[in-house]
């Protein structure tokens, strides 16, 4: 009964194509993040969707694309990857109580893409 | 615009011993603060955080953070470290952006435990 998971684990891939990673949550939360960790461990959001509807968009490239087809998930879209594209990415998700303008997030397992 | 620094990129002790990773905050308001840990190959598990009330937190693992607003510290405690302590810590302070609300990483702080 994994809270937040994402497919695949691991994504090996020629630069040029497109790729896409899964994540599902069945916490019941309506928040939805990815975040990029860099070879260096640090970690920086990329996007954030609240209820299916985008509510934060880092300066990311526009080859990166986020898809919510309903609140429990969050797909990532990358086109034409390039090789700063190697990464962990993380998917996360939370509910954000009435009042509150911080919550816990829930992470999950990663993706780590290689972009070769 | 809200930033987290942990200073202490690498921290090498031994098991037993006890544990302080440090931890600095920017925010213009009371912030929300965080540590995960992140064990090798895993994701990101929240181990305490602070809202509000006491300055001492507890959570998991034996772990305790004390936030310090005269320091804009939060740092995290452990009075004996076990080798499975052995992962990467991340501090964050959540805050919002707008109607937005966000976490901020520190850099971690990657603990190494000698037997």
């Known amino acids: 009964d994994t809270a937040v998971s994402q497919t695949p684990k691991y994504l090996v891939t020629q630069m040029g194509n497109d790729k896409s990673i899964k994540c599902e949550q069945n916490?019941?939360?309506?928040?939805m993040y990815w975040y990029k960790q860099d070879s260096k461990k640090f970690l920086k959001i990329m996007f954030s969707?609240?209820?299916?509807?985008?509510?934060i968009n880092e300066t990311v490239p526009n080859r990166f694309s986020p898809k919510s087809p309903d609140k429990a998930h969050l797909n990532l879209h990358i086109n034409s990857l390039e090789l700063g594209d190697s990464a962990v990415y993380f998917c996360?998700?939370?509910?954000?109580?009435?009042?509150?303008?911080?919550?816990?997030?829930?992470f999950g397992p990663g993706t780590r893409l290689l972009v070769l | 615009a809200q930033s987290v620094t942990q200073p202490d990129i690498h921290i090498t002790v031994s098991e037993g011993a006890s544990l302080e990773l440090r931890c600095n905050y920017s925010?213009?308001?009371?912030?929300?603060l965080f540590w995960y840990v992140q064990s090798p190959g895993q994701g990101l598990q929240l181990l305490l955080k602070?809202?509000?009330?006491?300055?001492l937190v507890q959570g998991i693992k034996g772990f305790e953070a004390e936030f310090k607003r005269s320091q804009s510290s939060f740092n995290l405690r452990k009075p004996s470290v076990h080798w499975s302590d052995a992962a990467e810590y991340f501090c964050?302070?959540?805050?919002?952006?707008?109607?937005?609300?966000?976490?901020?990483f520190g850099s971690g702080t990657q603990l190494t435990v000698l037997p």
């Open positions: 996360a998700s939370s509910q954000i109580p009435a009042g509150v303008w911080a919550e816990t997030q829930y």
């Open positions: 916490l019941g939360h309506d928040t």
């Open positions: 969707y609240n209820n299916k509807e985008l509510i």
């Open positions: 925010y213009g308001a009371t912030p929300y």
């Open positions: 602070y809202f509000s009330g006491d300055t």
């Open positions: 964050a302070v959540g805050g919002s952006t707008g109607s937005a609300r966000q976490l901020t």
